[in-house]
């Protein structure tokens, strides 16, 4: 149901009718990237709206940074809130490395300070679209997310070495967003 208010137009006397509409926004961080999130209701439209607020700060966070963030906040909302432990996360990044090395290769003993491991969220858009009563939405995403791994390996690698992993999941085709990202159209390569 579309709620309406009439108006009179004092100049020429004519009554319209004009839909009700609002908007709420609020702006945030997540893992060091500003976004802002938006609700708006248009008629009997309901859109949720994530985006990235100005640039991308492109610096991101360590592990550690982001374990002293959480704690932090949860310290802020409960006294009794049990903290993360960075000695524990990094052990288990650790069990997931060996369990993840075969018996028949030798055990190589990786010394990785995963506390210079710099995750950036580098895009994060996400579009909901849902009529009052309706039964479906459209939604539409977009996240990326970089990993830097410089001293993953030894910095004299010459042969291999690793220094970002992207990853990047979306469905939307807005051109704004595939730009942000850095899309690579594969088919203008293969000419």
Not at 28 to 50: C, H, P, R, S, W
Not at 77 to 90: I, K, T
Request: hydrophobic share 45%; proline share 2%; aromatic share 10%.
């Amino acid at each position: 149901m579309t709620e309406e208010i009439r108006i009179e137009r004092q100049e020429d006397g004519v009554m319209r009718t004009v839909q009700f509409k609002t908007q709420a926004a609020v702006t945030f961080k997540l893992v060091g990237t500003n976004l802002v999130a938006l609700y708006k209701k248009e008629g009997d439209e309901n859109i949720f709206l994530v985006m990235p607020a100005g640039e991308v700060s492109g610096k991101g966070m360590t592990i550690g940074e982001m374990i002293t963030d959480i704690n932090a906040f949860l310290k802020r909302y409960s006294e009794d809130a049990e903290p993360l432990n960075a000695s524990n996360l990094v052990q288990a990044l650790r069990d997931v490395q060996m369990a993840g090395s075969r018996e028949n290769i030798p055990e190589y003993e990786m010394n990785i300070d995963f506390d210079s491991i710099r995750v950036e969220l580098k895009q994060a858009f996400l579009y909901l679209c849902k009529k009052d009563g309706g039964y479906g939405a459209a939604i539409e995403y977009a996240f990326e997310l970089a990993v830097d791994f410089r001293e993953l390996f030894p910095n004299d690698a010459a042969f291999f070495n690793v220094d970002k992993l992207s990853l990047g999941l979306w469905n939307t085709d807005r051109k704004a967003i595939l730009e942000r990202m850095g899309i690579i159209d594969v088919n203008t390569y293969l000419v």
